[in-house]
Structure formats: C-alpha cells, structure tokens
C-alpha cells in the first residue's frame, strides 16, 4: 500500500478503476457518492502535500554540498 493512504482511500480508488467512474462504483456498491467523493478528496490534498514536499526537498538538497547529497 502506498506510504500514507488508508485502506478506505486504497478500496476508493480500485472501485473507480474497477467500474470506470465515480458514479458507476456507487451505484454497484451502494457506497454513498459523497463517501467515495470525500475519500478521493483527501488523496488528492495528500497527493499535493507529498509534492510540495518533494520539490522542498529537492530545493534544499541542492543547497547541500554534493559530499552530502548521496
């Protein structure tokens, strides 16, 4: 499993994968739209999180001297 995904976020996205859409995994389901929409929102808050994250750490790492960049 992905590094900070929970396994309701993780059920969320192969639902969406499995069935197409948002829409057509609810209506198999039966999980409420708003559940899988509020599931997806999150991944997307942390997906933007880990990638300011990333380019921080890349911004400072080039500001080290290369005997400790590895």
Sequence with gaps: MPIGMTDKEREAVDLIIRYGSMKEACMRTGIPMNTLNQRMIRLRVKAEKYRL??????????????????
Excluded: C, D, G, S
């Design 53 to 70: 994250w990333i380019k921080e750490f890349e911004r400072l790492k080039l500001q080290l001297p290369t005997k400790y960049v590895a």
